[in-house]
């Protein structure tokens, strides 16, 4: 008994002492955010990444949000109480493949008003994705199709393109350790507000589109690695201020600056 009584306080010490809970937080008035998790396993931390970001948003009291993985919750009514979808993933292993179902769900969600917020990889196109689902975003990574879309990781210089948007409030130029999706293939002209200084040439990695009634917002920046030491962009404090600025004008929201 007194081996057991000490192994529960023993527990209940370590449990106190462990890192902030990582329930959602109740934050009314905020916008409510749906991200949506799930990739490409040994690849992405995304999970990780997740987490992290609810964390940033959360604590800015501005966002009240959920985490899902399965995108069959895209077909559901429950989808209409959110006011933006935050993709985290490139969604490519065939667990987390959007249906057909799905990739309509999320483009009726967009194009009746909503946003989207589409982070890193998840601009990775799948063969079996809708032409409108590239209308969507804008500008893709594939390997299939022209131009061949090339990857490299290296530190970066970024020269923000337009300091008056409301996503760019706030931050000069710097130097960005990342993944860089280039030569992508693109529907329609792409008007960044970022872009990266890569082989002499500006290339883009951050940028708004309208689709239908609604907003989007894609970073081809963002990449985590799966290893456990890996180094999360979203700890890079400018990255992370165009991050949390691109979802709150993608929710609609006039961003408040904790």
């Not at 090339?150 to 020269?159: I, Q, S, T």
Request: charged fraction near 20%; aromatic fraction near 10%.
């Amino acid at each position: 008994m007194l081996f057991r009584t000490s192994l529960l306080t023993a527990l209940a010490l370590l449990l106190a002492s462990a890192s902030p809970s990582l329930a959602q937080e109740r934050v009314p008035g905020g916008a409510k955010v749906l991200m949506l998790a799930g990739g490409q396993r040994n690849h992405h931390a995304y999970r990780r990444q997740t987490y992290h970001l609810q964390k940033l948003l959360e604590d800015t009291r501005q966002f009240e949000v959920t985490i899902c993985e399965d995108a069959a919750f895209l077909e559901t009514p429950a989808l209409d109480k959110y006011d933006l979808i935050v993709v985290m993933a490139d969604r490519r292993d065939p667990e987390f493949r959007l249906t057909e179902g799905q990739q309509r769900a999320l483009l009726k969600f967009v194009h009746d008003g909503k946003g989207l917020f589409s982070f890193h990889a998840f601009c990775c196109a799948a063969p079996d994705w809708l032409p409108q689902m590239r209308d969507l975003l804008g500008g893709v990574l594939a390997h299939f199709g022209t131009p061949d879309t090339k990857v490299v990781v290296a530190r970066f210089p970024l020269k923000i393109t337009d300091p008056k948007h409301p996503i760019t409030a706030g931050v000069s130029d710097f130097d960005h350790d990342d993944e860089l999706y280039y030569h992508l293939q693109t529907r329609g002209e792409l008007q960044p507000l970022v872009v990266a200084s890569y082989q002499g040439e500006d290339w883009p990695v951050l940028w708004t589109r309208k689709y239908g009634k609604g907003k989007v917002c894609v970073s081809v920046f963002g990449h985590c690695g799966f290893q456990p030491k890996a180094k999360d962009p979203l700890d890079d404090a400018p990255f992370q201020r165009l991050i949390l600025q691109g979802i709150a004008w993608t929710a609609g929201r006039q961003w408040q600056q904790p």
